[in-house]
């Protein structure tokens, strides 16, 4: 088996269950989560598998579905997410993204920021925008969208920090 699959399971397994037993019970006033286990969609490797990439977000999202009992709206963000996700490289790296090799686990800069900026708002929005499901919501979807944003991106930037190998 090649290392890099062997990862991305670890990596899946481990972030799955450390948002089911973990971030799954935090949630501040009702208005702030926090979703880390979509830092699988974005660690992916670049030059990954696509169809692989679309059918492990899918599965991810449909087991934090059967746990937290919300009928298929986790499965629809990280699909939507993974759809999106070549487009997301291309306006944050520029159109030579799959030539280069992009690592986000390195130092944190602007590109890889506005990175996993786009991808955290475009599955906060949707997940919150299908959980609802009501236009007269929609402030309340923009308020629950930003900051949750701005708590998962915290914490998925300490989890790429805590995961980051180590180069001596």
């Known amino acids: ?34 979703f880390p286990y979509i830092l699988f969609i974005i660690l992916y490797p670049v030059n990954g598998n696509r169809a692989g990439l ?27 997410l993974a759809y999106f996700r070549p487009f997301f ?3 944050s790296f520029g159109l030579s993204y799959e030539y280069q090799t992009v690592k986000l686990n390195d130092v944190l800069t602007p590109e890889r920021f506005s990175f996993i900026l786009l991808s955290v708002v475009t599955h906060n929005f949707t ?4 959980e609802s499901f009501q236009i007269s919501f929609f402030f309340d979807v923009l308020l629950r969208t930003i ?22």
């Open 1 to 34: 088996m090649n290392s890099t699959f062997l990862v991305n399971i670890f990596r899946f397994i481990s972030l799955l269950a450390l948002q089911i037993l973990v971030f799954n019970n935090m949630n501040f006033w009702g208005y702030i989560s926090a």
């Open 54 to 80: 679309l059918m492990s977000s899918f599965l991810l999202g449909l087991i934090m579905d059967l746990f937290c009992n919300s009928g298929g709206v986790h499965a629809t963000a990280c699909l939507l």
């Open 89 to 91: 490289f291309k306006f």
């Open 127 to 130: 997940l919150f925008l299908l």
């Open 147 to 168: 900051l949750s944003t701005v708590f998962t991106i915290i914490c998925c930037i300490i989890l790429i920090y805590l995961i980051k190998p180590n180069k001596r």
